[in-house]
Nanobody, 124 residues
Framework: QVQLVESGGGSVQAGGSLTLSCEYRDRSYRFGWLRQVPGKETEVVAVIYSRSGGTSYADSVKGRFTISQDNAKNTLYLQMNSLKPEDTAMYYC????????????????????WGQGTQVTVTV
């Protein structure tokens, strides 16, 4: 499995910005950023396809978050702007193989390998 290590979480005031990073050892068919809040369903906020560079976003973050990938550094990023208190969550990077290519990249079932997560807290 692809080893994933997230960093960059923290506490920020509403309206602020944070950039999450995820170091990976091997490239994968697609990489996603997922978030979890206790008691709520896991949400895939962004996905990037390694070969094409294509991206998709959840409606809740569209226009505010940007996913990118630097293959030279083996690092995945999530730039988060205009943060809102409802963005508070544990954020995970995850990979999905081509064997699940029939599953939407915005569906958590597309991902079978997750990092350990990094907490993001947005205060009012």
């Amino acid at each position: 499995q692809v080893q994933l290590v997230e960093s960059g979480g923290g506490s920020v005031q509403a309206g602020g910005s944070l950039t999450l990073s995820c170091e990976y050892r091997d490239r994968s068919y697609r990489f996603g950023w997922l978030r979890q809040v206790p008691g709520k369903e896991t949400e895939v906020v962004a996905v990037i396809y390694s070969r094409s560079g294509g991206t998709s976003y959840a409606d809740s973050v569209k226009g505010r978050f940007t996913i990118s990938q630097d293959n030279a550094k083996n690092t995945l990023y999530l730039q988060m702007n205009s943060l809102k208190p409802e963005d508070t969550a544990m954020y995970y990077c995850a990979t999905g193989s081509s064997s699940s290519s029939h599953v939407s990249g915005l569906d958590q079932r597309a991902y079978d390998n997750w990092g350990q997560g990094t907490q993001v807290t947005v205060t009012v």
